[in-house]
């Protein structure tokens, strides 16, 4: 039998078995030959599809004739090596030297790595993944219009928001709550410090609930629903006990996680199925993301009621009711955020106690900035005032705020955005900022009148949030100029009787604070 050497040669077989990671024997080391040993035929990776099949054909016939000869058994392989039975045709031989002679290189077949074995685990309770069901999936039929089909849907997107929010409160207490408590991973006292009145929101939500379910007709729709959401909006004014808490509540959380235990349990939940790869802190900041998504549903409803509908009247008092609770809850939670980092400053000097930060109601932004010498400052813009700080702990191992330099009022600030690649030899930024020569994403900001408090030179981390800065600092200095020429021409000063301020204010101020500013 005579075989055309192509010179080209392709592999035919799948390698669906490494992707499955199966188990099977493989050809790797000599065996114990016959005298006559066979010829090993070695195969390369572009073997032509033809050829293949008229080898295994010669192959056949031969096997077919009858033999004394002693044949090896097959072994299991991963390559056809192991697929064709060595026996001694002349055929054969002439067709393994042809081949042999056409490869350059050795391969040696290798056992594939063990599977790793996954442990069961006992099917949680809490689905991994919400469930994404429409109202249309609820409803075999129905005559009902495109636009009134969208009002439908979002209703019910409304009743099964307050469904999965009752579960992951409810989640929280059973899984996170109760079990620090029991195993005493934290102290009744920190517990309640983080959760806050989170436990006094189940009902609430689930009253909305039943009251959305008790809508719902035979045809499963909702007719007439903004009376219902119009008597039940004025119970999330509970929300503003809550919000208040959660700064506190994350910076305690956050002093919390540095201890061994309290690490290792929240990170055990965390990898559970149940929690859905969401930490704590995001379980209990879900009302807060769930209030602020009520006027979005909403508008949504509105947009989709046909003008003759009865909610036609009643959805926009409901809207405005909700956005003014919604309002409300914010002012209240940025001022107990404003007086939580107004009691965590540390001043060194007395001269750096400004009365424009103890007059301040709420804050504009905070967050990490470089100076310089391109160390990292955590810097306040509150109402009223700029303050740069270097973070710290205090003895009881809770954060502080070093006031690093002189803090600057709003009303006297100039601020001066600095170009992108600004030539950062000498002068202003010593090159800190970067690695380079140039200097990116800074801005400059300096007091006017004020001689003895040397400009300060800042970088943020990228673009946006230089953008965000520079967006933040001019509408305080237009505010807190505003307010200084009115204040002006009233009799009232902004430098007003720090003690009548401080009474003002006793539904925030500890104790500590009332002696500490009556003593001032």
């Known amino acids: 039998m005579e075989v055309e050497d192509t010179g080209e040669t392709r592999t035919s077989w799948s ?13 790797g080391k000599k065996r114990k030959q016959d005298p006559a040993p066979a010829p090993v035929i070695r195969i ?6 033809d050829e293949d099949g008229e080898i295994m054909s010669d ?3 031969d096997s077919e004739e009858p033999s004394n000869k002693r044949v090896k058994p097959v072994v299991k392989s991963n390559s056809l090596t192991g697929l064709i039975t060595p026996t001694k045709t002349p055929a054969l031989k002439r067709i393994g030297q042809s081949i042999s002679r056409s490869i350059s ?3 040696e077949a290798r056992p594939l790595p063990p599977a790793p074995l996954r442990p069961r685990t006992k099917a949680s309770s809490f689905p991994r993944r919400r469930n994404s069901q429409c109202w249309s999936d609820t409803v075999e039929s129905h005559d009902l219009t495109a636009k009134e089909i969208k009002r439908q849907e979002v209703i019910y997107e409304l009743t099964q928001g307050e469904r999965q929010l009752i579960d992951d409160l409810s989640l929280v207490k059973k899984v996170y709550y109760e079990p620090m408590l029991k195993l005493d991973i934290m102290t009744e006292s920190e517990l309640g410090q983080i959760f806050g009145t989170l436990d006094s929101l189940i009902p609430l939500h689930q009253d909305l609930l039943s009251r959305l379910e008790r809508l719902r007709g035979s045809e499963k729709t ?6 219902t959401l119009m008597n039940w909006f004025p119970c999330l004014e509970a929300y503003v006990t809550y919000c208040c808490n959660q700064v506190g509540a994350k910076a305690l959380l956050d002093q919390k996680k540095q201890e061994k235990r309290v690490e290792h349990f929240l990170r055990l939940c965390q990898e559970s199925s149940f929690s859905r790869k969401l930490d704590l802190w995001n379980f209990l900041d879900l009302p807060r993301s769930r209030l602020v998504k ?3 549903l909403l508008k949504e409803i509105q947009k989709c009621t046909p003008p003759d509908h009865p909610d036609e009247d009643t959805l926009p008092d409901a809207l405005e009711l909700i956005q003014s609770i919604v309002g409300e809850v914010n002012k209240k939670t940025g001022e107990a955020e404003c007086q939580f980092y107004r009691r965590g400053l540390s001043y060194l000097d007395e001269s750096q106690r400004l009365p424009e930060i103890q007059l301040s109601r709420f804050l504009y932004c905070h967050g990490e900035l470089k100076n310089n010498k391109g160390q990292r400052l955590h810097v306040f813009l509150f109402e009223l005032a700029l303050v740069l700080s270097r973070p710290g702990e205090d003895k009881d191992g809770g954060q502080v705020f070093n ?9 006297l600030i100039n601020l001066e955005e600095i170009p992108d690649g600004e030539a950062a030899g000498g002068g202003t930024f010593r090159g800190a900022f970067t690695g380079n020569d140039k200097v990116r994403n800074c801005f400059r900001v300096s007091s006017r009148g004020r001689s ?9 981390n990228d673009s946006f949030s230089k953008q965000q800065w520079i967006t933040c600092l001019r509408q305080a200095i237009v505010q807190s100029r505003d307010r200084t020429a009115q204040t002006s021409q009233s009799p009232l000063t902004l430098h007003t009787d720090p003690a009548l301020c401080h009474i003002a204010e006793l539904s925030l101020s500890s104790d500590t604070d009332m002696e500490d500013h009556t003593g001032r």
């Open 294 to 296: 009520y006027p979005l």
């Open 44 to 49: 390369t990776e572009d073997e032509e599809e």
């Open 452 to 460: 003895k408090v040397n400009p300060y030179s800042l970088q943020a």
């Open 403 to 411: 006031v690093y330099r002189q803090p600057l009022p709003n009303a």
């Open 59 to 61: 192959h056949m016939k």
């Open 15 to 27: 390698t669906a078995a490494e992707d499955r990671h199966i188990f099977c024997d493989h050809v």
């Open 105 to 107: 290189f050795r391969t």
């Open 222 to 227: 909702v007719g007439e629903i903004g009376p």
